[in-house]
């Protein structure tokens, strides 16, 4: 009688240890779990800081040359059309120049804003670099493009931006250009897309050309 009692209360000493330990497992399971979820989020987080312009809040260089790449991709594998803008505020050095780096800042974030309500869903604006933005149009022929610049030409020129208790305006110029499938390197699309850009610079600004 005496043994069997004193193995009824190892068992439910045994028991109550596995069911301790238990517990513990799922405490420590649960927080390497919650660990896991912020690490993801630190990782996400640092992920699209180092693809964002801290500026202007669009793709960075980096980011949009390599969604052009992925898009010329698509565009070669399918024999879909694709196209692209280079965009370049006019006379940018005459705004900072008048009214400090500080009001040239602000221009382009809010160039980069009213660019980025003006275009399609599938099409992607990036900042290329100082004042020139980057737009790559995945299924888009030329008209497409030349629609877009057009419009995105006068919605920049009727921008009134307030700067140091001033009020700018500028323009932008525009060079667009279509894949030639099969034909061209992503350099060598971006290479006719800023060669017309500078048609356009050359023809007096705040207008688009195509590259031919």
Known sequence: MHAE?????????????FQKLESEYEKTKRTLEIREIEV???????????????LTFLPNRRKIISTLQEEVIRSNRYDT????????????????????????????????????????HPDTIGRYGGEEFLIVLPNSELQAAAEQASRLCQQVRTLRIDVNEHIASVTISIGIAQFRVGQETWEELLHRADSALYQAKDKGRDRWVAAE
């Open 5 to 17: 009692m004193s193995l009824s209360g190892k068992y439910r000493k045994l028991l109550a240890d």
């Open 40 to 54: 993801r989020a630190i990782l996400a987080q640092a992920h699209e800081l180092a693809n964002t312009d801290v």
């Open 81 to 120: 059309p694709l196209a692209v803008s280079i965009l370049d505020i006019d006379h940018f050095k005459k705004v900072n120049d008048t009214y400090g780096h500080t009001a040239g800042d602000q221009v382009l974030r809010s160039v980069a804003a009213r660019l980025r309500t003006q275009i399609r």
